[in-house]
């Protein structure tokens, strides 16, 4: 099992990471972590991810204490603590101040992401949530640094950390929650914009959002349409966390379920509405958008209906026709464009 570059310089330095309760935050399970718990064969390991792929590996070894929340809870106290670089810099110091309740003032506070990521800029980003923070080694196009949690940090609170907007698309208006490192945190997006705008009504039945992010197409769907079964899908626990909020705050209710691409979908659907993921961390990645794209044929009804909402150039017309069935561009706007399909 290969490592990625992030693993790799952790690797690198695994003699400096002894530890009896290590905490590793967001970190792939690869080689590494077997490498880990190798050399230290003694130690409990607790991995903490929002990814639900990832967590969903690290269950397959039953020597790691593993954990997929929105928010960390534990009556441990680490004594290190390796954090993954998230995309957001915002959730960096969400995940600080998240695990302060974990920590002491001898806690080792491992952050490593690569060059690309912002990481450069640590120092000035958690200023308010690190200190002695210096960066402890750099190769495989990432940094390592170092630091330990400042001790006066006040008491964590989810409720503390939501970001809310309003939207009003055709005279249809929600209140949108969403935690750091959520797509569209602040706002509303381009491309979800251009869907909701568009939308064909939709009729009775049970509806699911792939890649439900803030929830903020079943909320617009459920208020238009509110005879409609919500359903929303996601892989991160931060956004399913917003999910429920944004439903709540809407008055609305919907199922909201973890899961890897199509890996935890049992039901079928009459309508399925998505603005899919394509990128992951800095690179582009296709892979969970196509996954879902060629089996998502075996969970529709019969006369079910499709809309994806895309980057005009991401070729997943062809993929659609193939898989799912006629496919129709319902309107190219703005360098987004929507697509109809029916089985």
Partial sequence: MSSNNINQILSR??????????????????SFIHEYLTQYSQTQLFCYNTNFEDYSLHLQNNNI????????????????????????KAELNFTLNMISHATNADTKIIIVGENKSGIKS???????????????????????????????IPTFTLENWYGYYDIEINNIKIKVAAL?????????????????????TIQNGNTLDFGCGAGVIASFIGKK??????????????????SRKTLEVNNLNGNVFASNSLSEVKNKYDVIVSNPPFHQGISTNYHATESFLTGIKKHLHDKAHVFIVANSFLKYEPIMKTAI?????????????????TI
């Fill in 13 to 30: 330095n695994i003699n400096n990471l002894e530890a009896k309760t290590p905490l590793f935050i967001n970190l792939k399970h690869d």
């Fill in 65 to 88: 204490h593993c954990t997929f929340s929105a928010h960390y809870h534990t009556e441990k106290i680490h004594d290190l603590v390796i954090i993954a670089f998230p995309k957001s």
């Fill in 122 to 152: 640590i120092e000035k980003t958690t200023s308010n949530t690190l200190i002695n923070c210096q960066k402890f080694d750099s190769a495989r196009h990432c940094l390592l640094f170092a630091a330990n949690l400042l001790q006066n």
């Fill in 180 to 200: 750091p490192g959520v797509f569209s945190q602040k706002g509303l997006d381009k491309g979800t914009r251009i869907l909701l705008e568009h939308l064909p």
């Fill in 225 to 242: 349409h509110p005879e409609v079964t919500l359903n929303l899908l996601d892989v991160s626990a931060l956004a399913l966390e917003s």
């Fill in 325 to 341: 069935g006629t496919t129709s561009r319902l309107v190219s706007e703005k360098g987004f464009t929507i697509y109809k399909c």
